[in-house]
């Protein structure tokens, strides 16, 4: 297997068909993805401005549509709701189809949209996202970042994620050994690592801490949401 990171979106050049791609956003896209289709959203409509959210939110019945997503980490105005997985409960997004924007996640999925396969990662669903690319004959790890910029907990989870999917076989560029090698630094205290990092500050400052936690927890959401012609489904939608 082929394993390459992009740390930050602007690195991605992989469009080969074969290629397995993982959208991984942490703090809050990916997990926040997670939660809506764990939720039992229909689907999950990544776009890239608010603008395009409220036109393709039109054509659906109030009751069957969710405008979800941030601008500098809060709610839009007029949007449903925020960027917060905690806000997709069952209750509030079963059924619905999700229209969603972000400052960076959603950008990266847009970067990755023509590539043949493209998953979201983030460590609630890490083991299940290891399961979903593990036959692929290449795999690139697309770290959301923010604003251009490098985030830790992104590239650390491509570096767990590296080091999972890695054989002694396996061809790693330099971006997914430096991934690999700041994942085995950090994972003796990869919580307490996670909770300082620029990104997970600002949340903090902001009344979000419960979100970090949330992200934070390993495996808690085993579904490998997949972009496909420009939704994200859980696979088994697809079979
Ligand atoms: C993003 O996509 O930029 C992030 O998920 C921002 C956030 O934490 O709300």
Redesign the pocket.
Known sequence: MRISVAPVPQEFTDDDADTGVVVV?V??????IAAALAGGARFVLPVADVEQAMRLAEPYAENEVLLG??R???RIDGFHL???PREYTRETVAGKVVIFT???????LAAAEDAGAVFVGSFVNFSAVVEAVAGFDAVTILC?G??GRLSLEDFACAGGLVGRLAKRTSQLDDAAMAARAAYKDLKEDLHRSLMSTE?AH??ADLG?RA?LEFALKVDSIPVVPRLHDGRIEPPENRK
């Open positions: 956003d703090f809050r896209a990916s997990t926040t997503g941030e500098e980490c809060r925020g960027n917060s972000t400052t960076n996640g959603t950008q990266a959301a923010n604003n990104h600002r949340l979000f979100d």
